[in-house]
């Protein structure tokens, strides 16, 4: 703990690497970022925060079991011309929820395909970026900026229930994003303090937030 408190006072970045989200990697993130936020008396921000950057670990260790999956799935015996796509990711899915995705996580640490949280600060502000080696495709990418776009409409998350559009490809993840940009909203950020950038290999999602007094009466604000 020590160490990673002078890592904080010194503004160098920590890094924190998974293959799943194991109780393991659970525990570091909340130590990690209740260290951040302690450093700045903004320890009432934890729940949310952990909440949103968890879900961007989610949605990273997905995507690399996705690339490792449809690569078996696209490599042995045209297995896309006999299946399908669609039913190929309801496959995925399967595979996932099946034993909670071992067989997955296990080729993943074997090819060392993993995701990382950086943690940095400058000032007053905590950055953190959600890194993995995969890009996302055209699909992928028209899919997050339209569920950010409809984030951006929301008053709050039960409009997503209410006005949920059917996914003709079925590539899910909706709910996560809007659920962050919510969580930004009740800290009174806005576009510049969420976004994701994906090419040349990988991907990387940012959340940047301001840890002041003025972000916690805004956070204060909204939960009273």
């Known amino acids: 703990?020590?160490?990673?408190?002078?890592?904080?006072?010194?503004?160098?970045?920590?890094?924190?690497?998974?293959?799943?989200?194991?109780?393991v990697i659970e525990s570091a993130l909340k130590k990690i970022l209740f260290t951040y936020l302690k450093a700045q008396g903004c320890e009432v921000l934890h729940d949310s925060l952990y909440t949103a950057v968890k879900e961007l670990l989610i949605n990273a260790i997905k995507a690399n079991y996705k690339n490792i999956y449809f690569e078996n799935?696209?490599?042995?015996?045209?297995?896309?011309?006999?299946?399908?796509?669609?039913?190929?990711?309801?496959?995925?899915?399967?595979?996932?929820?099946?034993?909670?995705?071992?067989?997955?996580?296990?080729?993943?640490?074997?090819?060392?395909?993993?995701?990382?949280i950086i943690w940095r600060q400058t000032g007053e502000q905590m950055r953190v970026d959600v890194v993995n080696p995969v890009?996302?495709?055209?699909?992928?990418?028209?899919?997050?900026?339209?569920?950010?776009?409809?984030?951006?409409?929301?008053?709050?998350i039960s409009e997503y229930f209410l006005n949920e559009e059917d996914d003709p490809n079925q590539e899910g993840a909706g709910l996560g994003l809007?659920?962050?940009?919510?969580?930004?909203?009740?800290?009174?950020?806005?576009?510049?303090?969420?976004?994701?950038n994906s090419g040349d290999g990988k991907t990387t999602a940012t959340l940047i937030v301001p840890?002041?007094?003025?972000?916690?009466?805004?956070?204060q604000k909204h939960i009273e």
């Open 1 to 23: 703990m020590k160490g990673l408190e002078q890592a904080i006072v010194s503004s160098k970045p920590v890094r924190l690497v998974a293959y799943s989200v194991s109780p």
């Open 73 to 116: 799935y696209s490599s042995k015996n045209k297995a896309e011309e006999i299946i399908g796509y669609n039913t190929a990711l309801e496959l995925f899915k399967l595979e996932l929820g099946r034993d909670e995705g071992t067989y997955l996580s296990n080729i993943a640490r074997n090819r060392n395909m993993n995701a990382e």
């Open 135 to 156: 890009s996302m495709t055209e699909l992928e990418i028209q899919n997050v900026r339209k569920k950010m776009d409809f984030a951006r409409r929301c008053v709050d």
């Open 178 to 196: 809007i659920l962050i940009m919510m969580i930004l909203k009740s800290l009174g950020g806005g576009d510049e303090n969420f976004f994701i």
């Open 211 to 219: 840890l002041t007094e003025a972000t916690l009466a805004q956070y």
